[in-house]
């Protein structure tokens, strides 16, 4: 998905130069607010993200990662109550939110996601991690199944507010508008059929195909422009004859 992103926002802006850097789910928010990332992918905090806008684009479903010869493989997919007889790995970096994990604990916590996939590899246990996370840790002896009441894991596009035009652009591209799109542009108010009907007569005067209108209550601002008038020349008289 972020490829195909970057592929469109370089479409629209070709003079700017886009660099994909992985890291941490944890690190994420703090790069951008640290100026070291102008916007980042990633699991947006329960309460959110201070400082930081926060649009959430997607949710990721949660897949336990198990060895290709595993009794779990005969579905194609699976709840968590087809999970609890097993020894799961939660990995130090888990972004999902479970009430309760399924399954049994294993007394050891791994680092990380790699770590787990790792162990899940010797026979240790299994894990349940998001589906791109489980992509991204592929090897050929495991596959996985999506949990079908599993929580969970939500994406979101971090960047700090406000935005420059060219973080907008790429917010655009993510969300799906349109290049030209007049998102954060005062778009002109709409007219009456009165208004609409004045001003199309007063064009067709100042071309000449009518007679000019004659004003009405041409009086009244007559005379408010004279009183006027004689105010200020009391005024004048009275400063000229001190």
Request: charged share 30%.
């Amino acid at each position: 998905m972020p490829a195909k992103w970057v592929r469109a926002f370089s479409e629209r802006r070709p003079g700017v130069a886009v660099d994909l850097i992985a890291c941490a789910a944890a690190e994420a928010a703090d790069r951008v607010r640290g100026g070291r990332a102008d916007a980042a992918l990633a699991r947006p905090a329960a309460g959110g993200e201070d400082g930081l806008a926060v649009i959430r684009l997607y949710d990721e479903v949660p897949v336990v990662v198990v060895p290709k010869d595993h009794l779990l493989t005969a579905v194609d997919e699976v709840t968590c109550a087809d999970l609890a007889d097993e020894l799961f790995l939660r990995p130090h970096d888990d972004v999902l939110d479970w009430p309760e994990p399924p399954g049994q604990k294993a007394e050891h916590r791994p680092d990380t996601a790699a770590d787990a996939v790792e162990l899940v590899a010797a026979g240790v246990g299994l894990v349940v991690l998001p589906m791109s996370i489980a992509r991204l840790h592929h090897r050929r002896d495991l596959t996985f199944r999506p949990i079908a009441d599993g929580p969970a894991a939500p994406v979101a596009l971090l960047w700090a507010d406000p935005a420059d035009d060219v973080i907008e652009e790429f917010i655009g591209v993510v969300r799906g508008r349109r290049p030209g799109s007049s998102r954060g542009k005062t778009e002109a108010p709409k007219r009456s059929a009165k208004e609409k009907a004045a001003a199309k007569r007063a064009a067709r005067e100042a071309a000449g195909q009518l007679p000019p209108r004659r004003s009405t209550g041409g009086r009244g601002s007559a005379s408010r422009s004279a009183g006027a008038g004689k105010a200020n020349a009391r005024r004048t008289s009275r400063r000229g004859g001190r």
